[in-house]
């Protein structure tokens, strides 16, 4: 005899075993929502984290203006603190921070570093090597700079680089090529000649970056360092035209990325060590 119960029993049975078949009929059915609803969540953060990087970029104020954006509501917040945002920030709209509040802008440079800011781990970079004499880190620093298209930290390695060995004089080389921008030429008779100036210009923002760090190490003084003997290659070249002036432009022409790396490493350690503490 099948009792009521008996046959409730069956059934709840029988609902267990089909379970698992429905459960995974559901999950088919509800993926291509959940898929798409993830990809228009991960385009509207892409969108969000594209307008705090325009800001970070053009702002006259960038940190004042990513704090009020942060505090908004939690895309913001989240998208703020994205390092493709960090990267965007320019120090040089930090300039009235760096002198009224130095201990915070040494914390802000110290974590804009570290999201690959170009500009942050230049200044981290030059610090390094000129004050405390780290060269292996200033360099990675330097590195990650250059890597972001700041042109002056091309400029610095690619000198620093230069007469430590064959393999690293030719990165050098290629540095300083880079911030001239005919890197992808060789040295031939049909190319034109190599000129130096856009070195001239990073040069001086390098001596301005050593002098700042150098300055606040010694306190304000400055005194008068030894220069630099230029390296046993480096003596002057006698190819007629090398090395002569441009005139009112300020820059030099050259017969070769040796001589025209020769040049810049005599002329920027002639006037760095001045300010070396």
Not at 162 to 168: A, G
Not at 193 to 208: V, W
Not at 210 to 238: H, S
Request: aromatic share 6%.
């Amino acid at each position: 005899m099948v009792t009521t119960r008996s046959m409730a029993a069956k059934e709840n049975q029988m609902k267990r075993k089909r379970s698992p078949a429905k459960a995974k009929q559901m999950k088919k059915k509800r993926s291509p929502t959940s898929s798409a609803a993830a990809k228009e969540l991960a385009l509207c953060h892409d969108n969000v984290v594209h307008i705090a990087g325009i800001v970070a970029a053009t702002s006259p104020e960038p940190i004042a203006d990513l704090l009020n954006l942060r505090a908004t509501c939690k895309a913001m917040h989240a998208a703020t603190k994205e390092r493709d945002v960090g990267r965007r920030v320019p120090l040089e709209r930090l300039e009235g921070m760096k002198w009224g509040e130095n201990g915070r802008y040494i914390a802000i440079v110290n974590n804009l570093a570290v999201t690959g800011n170009p500009d942050a781990c230049f200044h981290i970079g030059v610090a390094l090597i000129f004050t405390r004499q780290d060269i292996v880190q200033g360099i990675l620093y330097l590195t990650t700079a250059a890597a972001g298209g700041h042109k002056t930290a091309a400029y610095v390695l690619g000198i620093l680089l230069y007469s430590k060995s064959d393999k690293l004089t030719t990165l050098g080389k290629k540095y300083i090529s880079q911030v001239e921008g005919d890197d992808g030429e060789e040295e031939t008779a049909a190319v034109k000649m190599r000129t130096n100036r856009e070195c001239c210009r990073c040069r001086k923002i390098a001596e301005d970056a050593v002098r700042e760090v150098t300055w606040k190490v010694a306190g304000g003084g400055r005194r008068r360092g030894r220069i630099l003997a230029m390296p046993v290659e480096g003596q002057p070249c006698t190819n007629a035209g090398c090395g002569v002036d441009s005139g009112w432009e300020g820059y030099g022409v050259f017969c070769s990325d040796g001589c025209r790396i020769r040049h810049e490493y005599s002329e920027f350690f002639t006037e760095v060590m001045n300010y070396m503490p």
